[in-house]
């Protein structure tokens, strides 16, 4: 009997270890995935774990040994993490009401096409989940018919039937908006549909393009130019900073501007303008004679360019972002619009207050700033904007329902909609509730489901509409860092569940793995 309990301990224990040490392996998966890591990494973690349990607990070192942390143990482990988080979005997804997608395409660094889809779906009791649902790499043509077919498999391997889709939010590119051969095209073709998913350009990318019609080149190009230069050489570099220095400045370098980073020409504009007398001083030393940097009119321009585009950076600002109601991100673009149309006025009166670098040298004596061409400028942008957020107009009127459907005029509504929205403006213990509360917690919690059907079904709608593709900026991001030209061999299937690890909002399970897994022992 004792022989029999001794071996139950030493069986017990032995389990106890193997199951700590799956369970370890597993955990260092799941951070090599998160951070993009060569699969190699796990066995730089068992070295240093090595070194570190050496020096301060010896004992345990037989218990790290039976850790695995091979490349081949890690491709392993970071595909079983991957399939549990599959697993786990899949049990989420079978509850949504409705789902809708943003797609976007772009080439990793072995020239592949890959085609980034991002879930938003809602559920019964407005329990909103916006996650990556996976990559489909496209080894031929990228033509519309096929990023539909491969858009149909993936959304038929994750069980969303296209009768729940509410909208699709693309880069605008053809293959995707294409009428006839493009994927919305041959979607909407490709059966009847009883409500037909809504269709728009991603919001961030419509105003990125519109912000582009602001047309500065004399300006931008030099600037660009000119620090392209100074930043370029080593030397150069190093003796603009070291006389910066010397004269105390406010900055100690200037930017680098990067067309594809949105945000980046309001920094490098605003620190040009702070630095130009130094700039000016440290060229002409070069042999580089810019006679625009003492050109008053040059100057003006550059200051009305650092105004306007610090406002339109604050505005991508707010544009981006994980989990913004489309009608958050549509609000802001029309409060934009309403702040262009104020500025053109002001400006054509010579009124300057909102461009703080503009009025500083309005103020000044020896400078005359004329305003006029510059509200021009913003007259043309507006009209811009307009055109761009066109297609948005016919969706307003929905917009504005699920934001606020007590100060929706009735009449203007469609019809279904019509007599609960005069049943709920004249409510006003539900008036006080939505002031009160945030917007989904409102639907969730105050409007009564059965008093107010269509509002109710409306609002799921709406709740399920991705407003960009930012998501699959993030993502791509992640995939240029983790197919990078050190790393081009690493397979699709790989890539895509190292991606899932790090992209994905839904983390894995990892103590039920452990347990549904068959623990064994490093050899």
Not at 232 to 240: C, D, G, N, T, V
Not at 361 to 390: C, D, I, M, W
Request: hydrophobic share 35%; net charge neutral; proline share 3%.
């Amino acid at each position: 009997m004792q022989f029999i309990q001794s071996m139950q301990r030493l069986f017990t224990r032995y389990t106890e270890i193997s199951e700590k040490a799956t369970k370890c392996s597993l955990v260092i998966a799941n951070k090599i995935g998160q951070r993009q890591l060569p699969f190699q990494h796990g066995e730089l973690a068992k070295e240093v774990l090595t070194e570190f349990v050496e020096e301060f607990c010896p004992g345990k070192k037989e218990a790290l040994e039976s850790i695995s942390l091979s490349r081949h143990t890690e491709i392993r482990r970071i595909e079983t993490l991957s399939k549990d988080i599959e697993r786990k979005l899949k049990e989420v997804e079978s509850n949504f009401i409705y789902f809708s997608i943003a797609l976007d395409e772009s080439t990793d660094n072995s020239d592949i096409a890959q085609l980034a889809i991002m879930v938003r779906g809602i559920d019964d009791q407005f329990s909103i989940t916006e996650d990556f649902l996976t990559m489909s790499s496209l080894h031929g043509t990228t033509t519309g018919q096929d990023t539909f077919d491969n858009l149909l498999k993936e959304l038929e391997d994750f069980n969303l039937p296209l009768e729940k889709l509410s909208g699709i939010c693309t880069d605008g590119a053809p293959a995707m908006t294409g009428e006839h051969t493009g994927l919305i095209g041959l979607l909407m073709k490709s059966r009847v549909w009883n409500v037909p998913p809504i269709v728009y350009h991603c919001i961030i990318h419509q105003e990125n393009l519109g912000a582009q019609h602001l047309k500065m080149g004399h300006v931008m190009e030099l600037v660009v130019s000119t620090v392209n230069y100074i930043r370029a050489r080593a030397l150069s570099h190093r003796q603009f900073k070291e006389m910066l220095k010397e004269i105390e400045a406010e900055f100690q370098d200037v930017t680098y501007y990067c067309k594809v980073r949105w945000l980046s020409s309001a920094k490098t504009l605003r620190r040009f303008l702070s630095l130009l007398d130094p700039i000016d001083t440290f060229m002409r030393g070069k042999g580089r004679n810019h006679e625009e940097f003492r050109n008053v009119a040059w100057i003006n321009d550059l200051a009305f360019l650092a105004d306007i585009t610090e406002h339109m950076a604050d505005l991508k600002r707010k544009l981006q972002g994980k989990q913004q109601h489309v009608s958050s991100l549509w609000s802001h673009i029309t409060a934009f619009r309403c702040k262009l149309n104020l500025w053109v006025g002001q400006l054509q009166n010579g009124n300057c207050t909102h461009f703080k670098s503009l009025l500083e040298r309005q103020q000044s004596v020896e400078n005359h700033v004329s305003a006029e061409p510059y509200a021009k400028l913003l007259t043309g942008l507006a009209a811009e904007f307009g055109r761009r957020f066109a297609q948005f107009d016919g969706t307003c009127m929905h917009i504005n329902i699920f934001e606020d459907p007590f100060s929706v005029d009735a009449k203007e509504a469609p019809a279904p909609l019509q007599m609960e929205l005069i049943d709920i403006q004249a409510d006003k213990r539900l008036s006080q509730h939505h002031n009160s509360h945030e917007l989904v917690e409102f639907y969730r919690d105050f409007l009564p489901k059965q008093r107010f059907p269509g509002l109710y079904k409306h609002a799921l709608l709406m709740g399920s509409l991705f407003g960009s593709t930012y998501l699959c900026e993030q993502f791509f991001s992640r995939m240029k860092h983790t197919k990078n030209k050190y790393r081009t061999t690493i397979t699709d299937e790989h890539l895509t569940q190292k991606l899932r690890l790090a992209s994905s909002a839904t983390q894995p399970d990892i103590d039920r793995i452990v347990r549904e897994k068959q623990c064994q022992v490093s050899h």
